[in-house]
T-cell receptor, first 108, second 112 residues
């Protein structure tokens, strides 16, 4: 069975500090991983996917198959980064299994 | 936005009543999904569809049914609403293959 673990419910940092949101997965096949972001009471938006290797809004994420991780990083947090972040793993029929989410709070 | 409309946006209903939520897409995507979002649980898949009249159960399908009679519409029905079904429901679509899921704005359902 596939599983996504986000160990932190809440991550609180100051503006300008580095951020790392952790994501670990369990999957028997070749994984495809995503990060979605949800700003206050809005719809989920795709932030990153590992196959594109893009940097969106200064965020990056690298798939580490040895550690089964896909941590989300940003060198300098901004207040507008405050949001709920979800890591997700693709399964059959393009379904996604989500982690429970990490709330990022960036204080001035 | 990815051309997804969910209706209604908000609904309050009583325990035991049937409720239907609608997801409408204008993208002609093959795959459609219903998720529920709850604090401490993240998003969990209820049902999904991989084509017209082709649907399957997700992780938390008990108490829910779905129908997809045409490509653009995916209906989620709570046959007899319970308080445990109070949640925010998100519809998502995908063209499949390497495409990501795109989400609607959600329906906030309260069962009293």
């Amino acid at each position: 069975a596939q599983r996504v673990t986000q160990p932190e419910k809440l991550l609180s940092v100051f503006k300008g500090a580095p951020v790392e949101l952790k994501c670990n997965y369990s999957y028997s096949g070749s994984p495809e991983l995503f990060w979605y972001v949800q700003y206050s009471r809005q719809r989920l938006q795709l932030l990153l996917r590992h196959i594109s290797r893009e940097s969106i809004k200064g965020f990056t994420a690298d798939l580490n198959k040895g550690e089964t991780s896909f941590h989300l990083k940003k060198p300098f947090a901004q207040e507008e980064d405050s949001a709920m972040y979800y890591c997700a793993l693709r399964g059959g029929y393009s379904t996604l299994t989500f982690g429970k989410g990490t709330m990022l709070l960036v204080s001035p | 936005d990815a051309g997804i409309t969910q209706s209604p946006r908000h609904k309050v209903t009583e325990t035991g009543t049937p409720v239907t939520l609608r997801c409408h897409q204008t993208e002609n995507h093959r795959y459609m999904y219903w998720y529920r979002q709850d604090p401490g649980h993240g998003l969990r898949l209820i049902h999904y569809s991989y084509g017209v009249k082709d649907t399957d159960k997700g992780e938390v399908s008990d108490g829910y049914s779905v129908s997809r009679s045409k490509t653009e519409d995916f209906l989620l029905t709570l046959e007899s609403a319970t308080s445990s079904q109070t949640s925010v429901y998100f519809c998502a679509i995908s063209s499949g293959n390497d495409s990501p899921l795109h989400f609607g704005n959600g329906t906030r359902l309260t069962v009293t």
